[in-house]
C-alpha cells in the first residue's frame, strides 16, 4: 500500500497550482488537512472568509464523486473561483467522499488546463485511498499518528 507521502506527491504531481484536502470533516472541522496552496491565495481565501460562500465546499458537503471547477462557475455568487484563478489556480477539481458516516473533501488546482478524464481517475483513487487510510487513528501507531499530525501542519504552513 502506498504511503501517505507518496500519495500526496502523486496528488501535488497531478495538480501544481496546489490542493486542499479536508480527510473526515466532523460538522466543519477536518481531522487532518493537508493544504498545498501558494500562501497569497491561503491568505486572501483566509481573511475574506471564501469559505463560507467556496462552490467547491458547498458542493463537496452536498455530493459526492468529482467534478470540475468550471461545472460549478454559474454557481458561484461571491465569484470564488475568478478570485482563486487571479492567484493561479485557474482550472480545477473538487472529490467527495462519504463512506461509513465520515466525509472528506478536496480539491485540486493547474494554471495550464482542464482536468483530464484521466488526471480525474487518478486523484479520484487517491483520495479514496488517502481516507480509508486515515478513517480509524486509533489504529495507528502514535508515531504515525505523530507523523501525519506533522505532515499535515508542514503542507498547511510550509
Keep these: 500500500m502506498d504511503s501517505t ?12 497550482a496546489g ?3 479536508a480527510l473526515h470533516v466532523e460538522f466543519t472541522t477536518p481531522r487532518y488537512l493537508f493544504q498545498g496552496y501558494d500562501k497569497d ?8 472568509g471564501l469559505v463560507m460562500h467556496d462552490p467547491t465546499v458547498r458542493w463537496g458537503f452536498e455530493h459526492t464523486g468529482s467534478i470540475r471547477w468550471s461545472d460549478l462557475a454559474a454557481n458561484d455568487p461571491m465569484a470564488v473561483l475568478s478570485q482563486a484563478a487571479e492567484y493561479g489556480l485557474r ?20 494554471r ?19 481516507h ?15 507523523a ?11
Design 132 to 146: 480509508k487510510t486515515t478513517v480509524n487513528p486509533a489504529a495507528f501507531t502514535p508515531a504515525t499518528h505523530e
Design 148 to 158: 501525519m499530525r506533522q505532515l499535515s501542519i508542514y503542507l498547511t504552513h510550509s
Design 41 to 48: 491565495w491561503l491568505d486572501h481565501y483566509s481573511s475574506k
Design 5 to 16: 507521502g507518496q500519495i500526496l506527491r502523486r496528488l501535488r504531481q497531478r495538480s501544481p
Design 112 to 130: 495550464d488546463r482542464e482536468m483530464s478524464d484521466l488526471d480525474i481517475a487518478a486523484i479520484s483513487a487517491d483520495v479514496a485511498m488517502l
Design 91 to 110: 482550472f480545477g477539481l473538487t472529490v467527495a467522499v462519504n463512506t461509513n458516516g465520515t466525509r472528506s473533501i478536496s480539491s485540486f488546482a493547474r
Design 19 to 21: 490542493f486542499a484536502i
